[in-house]
Protein backbone atom coordinates (compact mmCIF):
# COMPACT_ATOMS: atom_id res chain seq x y z
CA UNK A 1 0.00 0.00 0.00
CA UNK A 2 1.54 3.00 -1.23
CA UNK A 3 1.26 5.65 1.51
CA UNK A 4 2.50 9.41 2.40
CA UNK A 5 2.55 11.79 5.51
CA UNK A 6 1.20 14.74 4.97
CA UNK A 7 2.44 17.72 7.09
CA UNK A 8 -0.27 20.61 7.79
CA UNK A 9 -0.10 23.35 10.45
CA UNK A 10 -3.48 22.59 11.76
CA UNK A 11 -3.78 20.67 15.36
CA UNK A 12 -5.15 19.91 18.91
CA UNK A 13 -5.26 23.05 21.66
CA UNK A 14 -2.20 20.91 23.11
CA UNK A 15 -0.11 21.70 20.11
CA UNK A 16 -0.18 18.00 19.04
CA UNK A 17 -0.40 18.17 15.30
CA UNK A 18 -3.23 16.04 13.28
CA UNK A 19 -2.52 13.40 11.96
CA UNK A 20 -3.04 13.09 8.46
CA UNK A 21 -1.82 10.36 5.70
CA UNK A 22 -2.69 9.59 2.15
CA UNK A 23 -3.24 6.26 1.17
CA UNK A 24 -3.76 4.17 -1.67
CA UNK A 25 -5.62 1.26 -1.51
CA UNK A 26 -7.98 -1.02 -4.07
CA UNK A 27 -10.97 1.94 -4.18
CA UNK A 28 -8.39 4.62 -4.84
CA UNK A 29 -6.37 7.21 -3.33
CA UNK A 30 -8.11 8.57 0.50
CA UNK A 31 -6.55 10.54 3.58
CA UNK A 32 -7.08 9.42 6.73
CA UNK A 33 -6.31 10.03 10.57
CA UNK A 34 -5.04 6.48 10.97
CA UNK A 35 -7.47 6.39 14.04
CA UNK A 36 -5.48 9.52 15.60
CA UNK A 37 -7.93 11.91 16.28
CA UNK A 38 -10.55 9.99 18.02
CA UNK A 39 -7.64 8.09 20.29
CA UNK A 40 -6.55 11.74 20.83
CA UNK A 41 -9.43 13.09 22.59
CA UNK A 42 -10.01 9.97 24.24
CA UNK A 43 -6.99 11.37 26.33
CA UNK A 44 -9.46 14.15 27.60
CA UNK A 45 -12.41 11.86 29.07
CA UNK A 46 -13.93 12.50 25.07
CA UNK A 47 -15.17 9.35 24.29
CA UNK A 48 -17.24 9.95 21.32
CA UNK A 49 -17.52 6.09 19.53
CA UNK A 50 -19.08 5.16 22.94
CA UNK A 51 -21.06 8.08 23.42
CA UNK A 52 -25.31 8.96 22.62
CA UNK A 53 -27.05 12.01 22.64
CA UNK A 54 -26.58 15.45 21.19
CA UNK A 55 -22.64 15.15 21.06
CA UNK A 56 -22.49 11.97 19.11
CA UNK A 57 -25.38 13.23 16.66
CA UNK A 58 -23.05 16.87 16.03
CA UNK A 59 -20.01 14.08 15.24
CA UNK A 60 -22.75 12.14 12.78
CA UNK A 61 -23.40 15.43 11.41
CA UNK A 62 -19.53 16.70 11.04
CA UNK A 63 -19.15 12.92 9.18
CA UNK A 64 -22.14 13.43 6.79
CA UNK A 65 -21.66 17.15 5.71
CA UNK A 66 -18.11 16.29 4.67
CA UNK A 67 -18.88 13.14 3.18
CA UNK A 68 -15.87 11.13 5.78
CA UNK A 69 -16.31 7.76 7.15
CA UNK A 70 -15.37 6.18 10.42
CA UNK A 71 -14.04 2.66 9.96
CA UNK A 72 -13.46 1.80 13.48
CA UNK A 73 -12.74 4.79 14.56
CA UNK A 74 -10.41 5.89 11.94
CA UNK A 75 -11.58 8.90 9.66
CA UNK A 76 -10.96 8.54 5.76
CA UNK A 77 -12.17 10.66 3.02
CA UNK A 78 -11.91 9.07 -0.52
CA UNK A 79 -10.58 11.50 -3.24
CA UNK A 80 -12.89 12.07 -5.76
CA UNK A 81 -12.15 12.51 -9.76
CA UNK A 82 -8.72 13.69 -8.68
CA UNK A 83 -9.51 16.38 -6.36
CA UNK A 84 -6.44 15.89 -3.94
CA UNK A 85 -6.58 19.92 -2.67
CA UNK A 86 -10.40 19.59 -1.96
CA UNK A 87 -10.30 16.42 -0.31
CA UNK A 88 -7.64 17.17 1.80
CA UNK A 89 -9.19 20.77 2.59
CA UNK A 90 -12.51 18.86 3.74
CA UNK A 91 -10.73 16.66 5.70
CA UNK A 92 -8.71 19.22 7.71
CA UNK A 93 -12.01 21.10 8.09
CA UNK A 94 -13.75 18.64 9.58
CA UNK A 95 -11.10 17.24 11.96
CA UNK A 96 -11.09 20.51 13.24
CA UNK A 97 -14.54 20.44 13.73
CA UNK A 98 -14.43 17.76 15.82
CA UNK A 99 -11.85 18.69 17.95
CA UNK A 100 -14.05 21.52 19.02
CA UNK A 101 -16.54 19.28 20.50
CA UNK A 102 -14.04 18.91 23.38
CA UNK A 103 -14.74 23.10 23.87
CA UNK A 104 -18.36 23.43 23.64
CA UNK A 105 -19.11 26.62 25.83
CA UNK A 106 -19.57 25.16 29.70
CA UNK A 107 -23.53 25.23 30.01
CA UNK A 108 -23.60 23.33 27.17
CA UNK A 109 -21.44 20.66 28.20
CA UNK A 110 -23.30 20.56 31.30
CA UNK A 111 -26.37 19.96 29.10
CA UNK A 112 -24.44 17.35 27.54
CA UNK A 113 -23.44 15.72 31.35
CA UNK A 114 -26.98 15.61 32.08
CA UNK A 115 -27.83 13.70 28.81
CA UNK A 116 -25.30 11.14 29.41
CA UNK A 117 -25.99 11.09 33.11
CA UNK A 118 -29.84 9.83 31.98
CA UNK A 119 -28.08 7.53 29.11
CA UNK A 120 -25.98 5.76 31.81
CA UNK A 121 -28.66 5.72 34.50
CA UNK A 122 -31.24 4.22 32.25
CA UNK A 123 -28.40 1.66 31.11
CA UNK A 124 -27.89 0.65 34.74
CA UNK A 125 -31.47 0.61 36.24
CA UNK A 126 -33.38 0.47 33.08
CA UNK A 127 -37.61 1.04 33.60
CA UNK A 128 -37.04 1.66 37.50
CA UNK A 129 -35.64 4.99 36.88
CA UNK A 130 -37.97 8.23 37.37
CA UNK A 131 -35.99 11.56 36.43
CA UNK A 132 -36.35 14.66 37.97
CA UNK A 133 -38.96 13.19 40.35
CA UNK A 134 -40.43 14.89 43.19
CA UNK A 135 -42.27 13.46 46.16
CA UNK A 136 -46.04 13.40 45.19
CA UNK A 137 -47.60 13.55 48.33
CA UNK A 138 -44.92 15.93 50.49
CA UNK A 139 -43.91 18.19 47.69
CA UNK A 140 -46.35 18.64 45.10
CA UNK A 141 -44.62 21.66 43.95
CA UNK A 142 -41.51 20.05 43.17
CA UNK A 143 -39.25 22.02 45.26
CA UNK A 144 -37.05 19.41 45.90
CA UNK A 145 -35.94 17.24 42.81
CA UNK A 146 -33.83 14.28 42.13
CA UNK A 147 -31.94 13.84 39.00
CA UNK A 148 -32.77 10.14 39.01
CA UNK A 149 -35.25 8.62 41.04
CA UNK A 150 -34.86 4.28 41.14
CA UNK A 151 -37.40 2.33 42.47
CA UNK A 152 -36.41 -0.28 44.47
CA UNK A 153 -37.47 -1.85 48.13
CA UNK A 154 -34.99 0.66 49.43
CA UNK A 155 -35.59 4.12 47.44
CA UNK A 156 -32.11 5.03 45.41
CA UNK A 157 -32.05 8.85 45.16
CA UNK A 158 -28.81 9.66 42.50
CA UNK A 159 -28.06 13.17 41.99
CA UNK A 160 -26.49 14.85 38.71
CA UNK A 161 -23.60 17.39 40.68
CA UNK A 162 -22.63 20.03 38.59
CA UNK A 163 -22.12 22.80 40.45
CA UNK A 164 -21.82 24.15 44.28
CA UNK A 165 -25.76 25.05 44.19
CA UNK A 166 -26.58 21.43 42.95
CA UNK A 167 -24.49 19.84 45.64
CA UNK A 168 -26.87 21.97 48.59
CA UNK A 169 -29.87 20.97 46.23
CA UNK A 170 -28.85 17.42 47.03
CA UNK A 171 -28.16 17.90 50.45
CA UNK A 172 -31.16 19.62 51.01
CA UNK A 173 -33.36 17.19 49.10
CA UNK A 174 -31.78 13.92 50.82
CA UNK A 175 -32.40 15.99 54.80
CA UNK A 176 -36.81 16.53 53.57
CA UNK A 177 -36.60 12.58 52.27
CA UNK A 178 -35.47 12.07 55.48
CA UNK A 179 -37.55 14.55 57.56
CA UNK A 180 -40.78 12.61 55.74
CA UNK A 181 -39.58 9.45 57.02
CA UNK A 182 -37.89 7.50 53.91
CA UNK A 183 -35.37 5.25 54.22
CA UNK A 184 -32.89 5.41 50.93
CA UNK A 185 -29.87 5.29 49.71
CA UNK A 186 -28.51 8.24 47.90
CA UNK A 187 -25.58 8.63 45.32
CA UNK A 188 -24.07 11.92 43.89
CA UNK A 189 -22.38 11.70 40.38
CA UNK A 190 -19.98 15.14 39.91
CA UNK A 191 -19.77 16.56 36.38
CA UNK A 192 -16.25 17.58 37.89
CA UNK A 193 -15.83 17.22 41.87
CA UNK A 194 -12.79 19.27 41.43
CA UNK A 195 -14.75 22.24 40.43
CA UNK A 196 -16.85 21.85 43.97
CA UNK A 197 -15.96 24.08 46.43
CA UNK A 198 -14.02 22.59 49.35
CA UNK A 199 -16.73 23.51 51.89
CA UNK A 200 -19.97 22.30 49.94
CA UNK A 201 -17.90 19.25 49.33
CA UNK A 202 -17.18 18.20 52.84
CA UNK A 203 -20.98 18.80 53.40
CA UNK A 204 -21.77 16.92 50.75
CA UNK A 205 -20.04 13.99 51.53
CA UNK A 206 -22.03 14.12 55.17
CA UNK A 207 -25.07 13.81 53.74
CA UNK A 208 -24.88 11.86 50.63
CA UNK A 209 -24.16 8.35 51.04
CA UNK A 210 -21.59 7.90 47.87
CA UNK A 211 -20.50 10.03 45.19
CA UNK A 212 -18.23 9.76 42.42
CA UNK A 213 -15.50 12.46 41.41
CA UNK A 214 -16.37 12.14 37.77
CA UNK A 215 -19.77 10.42 35.36
CA UNK A 216 -16.54 8.49 33.64
CA UNK A 217 -15.47 7.05 36.93
CA UNK A 218 -18.97 6.54 37.87
CA UNK A 219 -19.09 3.98 34.56
CA UNK A 220 -16.32 2.57 35.69
CA UNK A 221 -16.72 1.71 39.42
CA UNK A 222 -20.79 1.91 40.39
CA UNK A 223 -21.69 -1.47 38.77
CA UNK A 224 -19.41 -2.72 41.26
CA UNK A 225 -20.49 -0.47 44.27
CA UNK A 226 -24.36 -1.00 43.23
CA UNK A 227 -23.40 -5.16 43.32
CA UNK A 228 -22.03 -5.08 46.47
CA UNK A 229 -24.73 -2.71 48.15
CA UNK A 230 -27.86 -5.44 46.70
CA UNK A 231 -28.93 -1.90 44.84
CA UNK A 232 -29.81 -3.19 41.34
Request: with cysteine; proline share 3%.
Amino acid sequence: MERYVVDTPFGFDDGDSFVIVLKKDEDGWHFTDEGHTLMHLSYYDLDIPSTKGKRRSFFNNILETHNIEDINGELIIRVENEQYGDSLFSFIQALTKITDLSFIRKQHISSLFKEDFKEYMKHIFGDKCTFSYSEPKHDPDGNYVVDCYVDLDRPLLIFALTGDYRCKDAIITCLAFKEWGYTFNSIGVFEESKNISPKVLAQSMDWVDKQFSTLTSAKELMPEYTKKMALC
